[in-house]
């Protein structure tokens, strides 16, 4: 039986519709991008490829649309960590809020008070990202160590197919590392990578439970994804038309753009929501166990470096070296 509730997420969906629609521009607006920045360089290769002959322009308009949809995802990476603070870590802090019963602001007012909330916590980005990255590391770490991983799922696996399974299971954690993220916010913590550490013990001792929820959250998100993306082949095939020739095959490619577009912007926050409420449920009361501890510290790296960061950490600074004699003559 799953441990969160679709309508919670919907009512979730609808208090956060600031936060939705922030998504949606940002998501849609990246899609859109690859399109206009690839378009543009198959563009500029057709013209170039005026210079010679019909093989020489077919050439140059596919690495005019290749460079351009590099160039995009080039900036698009290295624009990650500002997106995972002004957008994923805000929606995230404001669903904790409302799921702890607390009233939010309306409108725009929503977008900044979560802002507020997340550099209040983590203070520049770079510290949210970085916490971010180990907690996925250590999440990578508990799924190694589960053991009988066909047990947790409710339908029957043959042991020949096992690699399958483990694949599916590895995409989704995938969220989880979010999660990890929304108990930082919501047990207002002053210490983020002490509370991340503590969060994922919590989810390594409830693995299996966790597994079967994030597994059947798994197959829905990507089922409506599928649906997008079919949907999205008409438009994004309309789009190529306008495009030269020798990207033609450019809608297939663009129609899996936008149908991630939707799944990040929509569908995404709407799994994330099913899965705090499992999270919360299954964790509640619960206090890290010693031998789950001992067990990461044994299987992860960076679960250390957790703990590392952990004790240098003092009011979003480092703790500062203590003044000798030495440092001060």
């Not at 997106?83 to 929606?91: P, T």
């Not at 002490?194 to 079967?212: C, F, H, I, S, W």
Request: charged share 15%; with cysteine.
């Amino acid at each position: 039986m799953a441990d969160f509730s679709f309508g919670v997420s919907m009512r979730l969906m609808r208090k956060t519709a600031p936060f939705i629609l922030f998504r949606m521009a940002v998501y849609f607006g990246i899609a859109a991008a690859y399109v206009i920045v690839t378009g543009t360089g198959a563009g500029i290769g057709w013209g170039v490829g005026a210079m010679g002959d019909a093989d020489f322009r077919a050439s140059a308009t596919l690495w005019g649309g290749g460079l351009g949809f590099a160039l995009t995802a080039g900036v698009i990476y290295f624009l990650r960590e500002y997106i995972l603070y002004m957008v994923k870590a805000g929606h995230i802090a404001v669903m904790v809020e409302l799921l702890e019963g607390r009233e939010l602001p309306d409108g725009k007012g929503q977008i900044a008070y979560a802002q507020a909330m997340v550099k209040e916590r983590f203070g520049q980005s770079s510290i949210l990202f970085a916490v971010d990255q180990l907690v996925k590391g250590v999440l990578r770490a508990i799924t190694g160590l589960i053991q009988g991983i066909a047990s947790f799922l409710p339908i029957p696996v043959l042991d020949n197919i096992m690699g399958v399974v483990r694949a599916f299971l590895r995409v989704a954690v995938g969220l989880i590392d979010e999660v990890i993220l929304a108990q930082i916010f919501r047990t207002r913590s002053e210490n983020p990578w002490e509370t991340a550490r503590d969060a994922v013990v919590l989810y390594g001792q409830n693995a299996k439970p966790m597994l079967v929820n994030a597994a059947w959250i798994t197959v829905i998100s990507y089922a409506l994804a599928f649906v997008v993306f079919l949907l999205m082949l008409a438009p994004a095939g309309a789009i190529v038309y306008l495009m030269p020739s020798a990207v033609s095959a450019g809608g297939f490619v663009f129609a899996i753009l936008f149908a991630w577009a939707a799944k990040v912007a929509l569908i995404e926050p709407f799994a994330i929501a099913c899965l705090l409420q499992a999270y919360f449920k299954v964790t509640e009361g619960q206090e890290p166990k010693p031998e789950w501890t001992a067990k990461l510290d044994g299987a992860s790296a960076k679960f250390g470096k957790l703990a590392e960061k952990a004790a240098g950490w003092v009011g979003g600074k480092k703790t500062p070296e203590p003044v000798t004699a030495a440092t001060t003559s």
